[in-house]
T-cell receptor
Framework: DTEVTQTPKHLVMGMTNKKSLKCEQH?????MYWYKQKAKKPPELMFV???????INESVPSRFSPECPNSSLLNLHLHALQPEDSALYLC?????????????FGSGTRLTVV | DAKTTQPTSMDCAEGRAANLPCNHS???????VYWYRQIHSQGPQYIIH???NNETNEMASLIITEDRKSSTLILPHATLRDTAVYYC??????????FGTGTRLTIIP
């Protein structure tokens, strides 16, 4: 298995809703990442988990809450989002938390906040 | 991480070699050069990376100048499926992969 699987592929949520994005990989990668991508812009790093511990938080608002229950699974919990949070959310993984082996990205969850 | 400069857009005829330049004049000795691409509405895809030597894999070749201040990604026989945004990223191989604005490559039939 050489993929990063993200679910759901599309999500529409209201500003008062609570939802979660899920990311899964079975490549034995020990680092996992969340990126946010607005239309026609490059991906922006949000969070990095290394060996299931949060190692980087790029000053992301607390309405985004990451969780890494085990080495294969990464969640992003969403609460009280704003319309400007609508974007493509990308999950990625890499072997040892070192980018020298390249990252594997999922296809993303397209989130719309209404 | 060092900054990179790439042309905003490029066109290439189908079947020809696509040569995508990247300037990274402030690169330090331990920083790698990575290339990723992103086809519309998909996640980025790793293409190739290198430190000092030229590299080749099944997707592309990477040519790094001797002074390491610039590099070129070569797609030897471009197809329509190579139309994408190509990102050149310079990184110490750490956890923080930061994307620049990239080059939008369009393959012309």
């Amino acid at each position: 298995d050489t993929e990063v699987t993200q679910t759901p592929k599309h999500l529409v949520m209201g500003m008062t809703n609570k939802k979660s994005l899920k990311c899964e990989q079975h490549m034995g990668h020990r680092a996992m990442y969340w990126y946010k991508q607005k239309a026609k812009k490059p991906p922006e790093l949000m969070f990095v988990y290394s060996y299931e511990k949060l190692s980087i938080n790029e000053s992301v608002p607390s309405r985004f809450s990451p969780e890494c229950p085990n080495s294969s699974l990464l969640n992003l919990h969403l609460h009280a989002l704003q319309p400007e949070d609508s974007a493509l959310y990308l999950c990625a993984s890499s072997l040892y938390g070192q980018g020298r082996y390249g990252y594997t990205f999922g296809s993303g969850t397209r989130l719309t906040v209404v | 991480d060092a900054k990179t400069t790439q042309p905003t857009s490029m066109d290439c005829a189908e079947g020809r070699a696509a040569n995508l330049p990247c300037n990274h004049s402030t690169i330090s000795g331990n920083e790698y050069v990575y290339w990723y691409r992103q086809i519309h509405s998909q996640g980025p895809q790793y293409i190739i990376h290198g430190l000092k030597n030229n590299e080749t894999n099944e997707m592309a070749s990477l040519i790094i100048t001797e002074d390491r201040k610039s590099s070129t990604l070569i797609l030897p026989h471009a197809t329509l499926r190579d139309t994408a945004v190509y990102y050149c990223i310079v990184n110490f191989g750490n956890e923080k992969l930061t994307f620049g604005t990239g080059t939008r490559l369009t393959i012309i039939p």
